[in-house]
């Protein structure tokens, strides 16, 4: 136990937090030797960022607001933008883009062109 434990602390964390964690590990001595680099982890980090509820052109987001019962009672609620992927043709690049719009976004898209509204947002096409 105490020599499993001596080598995960050392691939994931600093020889002084080591020495400062011996006298909560019950008398055991750990070593861990500096030539085992800090980066050498063998279980990457998958944490992943949750995309935000907002769209790319216009940039609606969720509104506050309440449900109101029959009794007028008045709760609390998030109203979410209705948001759809979209694959559109963007002709300056001669490729699709796949963006998340609002549907009034897209009406929008139709009306003015993507190159415009994507301009006007102050968004470059060519990252997406």
Known sequence: M?????????????????????????????????????????????????????????????????KVSFSKKRTKHLQQPNLQYKRLWWEEGNRFVRLRLSTKALKTVERNGLAAMAKKAGINLADY
Do not use: I, M
């Not at 085992?36 to 216009?58: G, I, K, Y």
């Open 2 to 66: 105490a020599t499993f434990l001596a080598t995960s602390l050392c691939v994931s964390t600093a020889p002084q937090f080591l020495a400062s964690r011996q006298a909560q590990l019950s008398g055991t001595t750990l070593s861990c030797s500096s030539a085992q680099p800090a980066a050498s982890v063998a279980f990457p980090v998958l944490v992943q960022p949750r995309a935000s509820r907002v769209c790319d052109l216009t940039g609606k987001k969720a509104n506050n607001g309440y």
